[in-house]
């Protein structure tokens, strides 16, 4: 309770930039455990592609075909769709899985951006903060007897803003950097399973 009370107490000596930065930390949060949740419903993740990889190399179409259909997120969704439409001749598979898959792609990067400018943002916030403060502290122009401690305790109470939007700016660096690095997999399986797909077209498998 006390550790609580403490942090509640150099909460507001931050400063007003101090809600800012809460505001922004929630919304941290919100966006990372959205992400979370859709990147589990929709990356059908390394497992299936790697499996559906060896599948294809093997020559064991069938076994692919049924692993995409059997298997949830985009990726299996599209293989699917590819295996699916492979006798008509009018449907570009090629093009419709580009055009697709970038739609897929868009919606993973979703509201990563915000993030970024989190990033960038938060430590300004907190500098501003910061300054704020400190101009607060030196506007003291009574040479009293107490005056510098009253200056430099004015500083260190200053430097809790710059301090809490370094916090934040990790925070939305690691979570940021996390998906980023997940999508990057994603690109690299799709790029994989489609080449695999053109190479099954060109040679007129079904």
Do not use: W
């Not at 989190?118 to 501003?128: F, N, S």
């Not at 430099?152 to 939305?172: K, Q």
Request: hydrophobic residues 50%; charged residues 15%.
């Amino acid at each position: 309770m006390d550790l609580l009370m403490q942090g509640v107490e150099y909460f507001h000596k931050g400063g007003f930039v101090m809600y800012i930065l809460l505001l922004c930390s929630i919304f941290i949060i919100t966006v990372g455990v959205e992400r979370l949740f859709y990147f589990s419903k929709a990356d059908s993740g390394r497992k299936f592609a790697d499996k559906f990889y060896r599948l294809m190399v093997n020559d064991k179409i069938d076994e692919a075909k049924n692993l995409a259909n059997n298997t949830k997120g985009d990726l299996a969704a599209l293989l699917s769709f590819a295996f699916n439409k492979m006798h008509n001749k009018n449907i570009n598979i090629m093009l419709m899985l580009e055009v697709q898959s970038g739609i897929s792609l868009s919606k993973f990067r979703a509201r990563l951006y915000y993030l970024n400018v989190i990033v960038t943002m938060a430590p300004l916030l907190g500098l501003l903060g910061t300054i704020v403060g400190m101009i607060s502290a030196f506007s003291i122009f009574n040479l009293q007897e107490g005056q510098a401690i009253a200056i430099t305790g004015g500083v260190g109470e200053a430097l809790i803003a710059t301090a809490t939007g370094l916090c934040v700016a990790i925070i939305s660096l690691a979570i940021h950097s996390y998906f980023v690095q997940r999508i990057d997999h994603i690109v690299t399986d799709m790029e994989q399973a489609f080449s695999l797909i053109e190479g099954l077209i060109n040679r007129g498998d079904k």
